[in-house]
């Protein structure tokens, strides 16, 4: 639904997985105050920045993930950014 407030992925058996990119279709939750994406993604585009009322950012465990955007900067309400165990 167009009003998603909470978006969470996680999955217990990483290696069955290939990483990606953060579909595109997240940007559309204006909403979206958490975002949770555990195992699965490469690469985070810098339009994240769209998501103005995202508080809680939380990208574990995703060792394809080398880098985060600059647009993570420009979240004016992000308070909490979990990245561990990234890079590989």
Known sequence: PAGLVRFDFD????????AI????????????????????????PDEISQLNNLQFLSIPENPDLKELPAGVGDLPNLEVLKWRTCYR
Request: glycine share 4%; charged share 20%.
């Open 11 to 18: 999955t217990r058996d990483k290696s069955s997985l290939t």
């Open 21 to 44: 990119p953060l579909p595109p279709q997240i940007l559309r939750f204006k909403n979206l105050k958490v975002l949770h994406i555990e195992g699965l993604l490469n690469s985070i």
